[in-house]
């Protein structure tokens, strides 16, 4: 079964500053990657994707993922961070011919004016 | 278009008391999943419906646990009787596509939760 860890419980950066989010998943053969956000009050939005194709994955909200195969990574990053970017944030893997997707514990984004 | 609801957003119930939640996907949806995350862990799958049908509930935490999708719209998760180690929030999500075969997974849309919170 395909599993996901984000090193990271809290990351803090300061608004305007570049981020990184950690993604690393276990999985034997092609992985589906997802990055969802939770705003408070919020449901999880999807922000990107990977499915196959460029490993460079654009998504909403200014974000992009790089897919590493030979690193099991999948970590999702910004040029410059605004404050509204303040939120968690999970990675989540799928597999091919199901919808059980496995999660992530979570980054909680803090942003400092 | 109209997203993935939720409610109650947050329950406070004692310990042995009987909750029901309830999630009404986005309309055409035939997949329907429920996810809880305990606090601080990761968000872990519970059940997933395909209409009325449950396709897959291996993550159901036990028999306390019983989810109803009647006619295929929405559903319900009702905890009976609920104890401490069931607080946490129970997200529900909606697919169109179904799975299966070398299909990839359908993206999943996301309700706002319900915080379930037993004393």
């Known amino acids: 079964a395909q599993s996901v860890t984000q090193p990271d419980i809290h990351i803090t950066v300061s608004e305007g500053a570049s981020l990184e989010l950690r993604c690393n998943y276990s999985?034997?053969?092609?992985?589906?990657l997802f990055w969802y956000v939770q705003s408070p009050g919020q449901g999880l939005q999807l922000l990107l994707k990977?499915?196959?194709?460029?490993?460079l994955v654009q998504g909403i909200k200014g974000f992009e993922a790089e897919f590493k195969r030979s690193q099991s990574s999948f970590n999702l990053r910004k040029p410059s961070v605004h404050w509204s970017d303040a939120a968690e944030y999970f990675c989540?893997?799928?597999?091919?011919?199901?919808?059980?997707?496995?999660f992530g514990a979570g980054t909680r984004l803090t942003v400092k004016p | 278009e109209a997203g993935v609801t939720q409610f109650p957003s947050h329950s406070v119930i004692e310990k042995g008391q009987t909750v029901t939640l309830r999630c009404d996907p986005i309309?055409?949806?035939?997949?329907l999943y429920w996810y809880r995350r305990v606090m601080g862990k990761e968000i872990k799958f519970l059940l997933h419906?395909?209409?009325?049908?449950?396709?897959?509930e291996s993550g159901m935490p036990n028999n306390r646990f019983l989810a109803e999708r009647t006619g295929g719209t929405y559903s319900t998760l009702k905890v009976q009787p609920a104890e401490l180690e069931d607080s946490g929030v129970y997200f529900c999500?909606?697919?169109?596509?179904?799975?299966?075969?070398?299909?990839?997974?359908?993206?999943?849309?996301f309700g706002p939760g319900t915080r379930l919170t037993v004393l």
């Open positions: 989540a893997v799928g597999a091919r011919g199901n919808n059980d997707m496995r």
């Open positions: 309309s055409g949806h035939d997949n």
């Open positions: 999985y034997g053969a092609t992985p589906y």
């Open positions: 990977y499915f196959s194709g460029d490993t």
């Open positions: 999500a909606s697919s169109q596509k179904p799975a299966g075969g070398l299909r990839a997974p359908d993206t999943q849309y």
């Open positions: 419906f395909v209409k009325e049908s449950k396709q897959d």
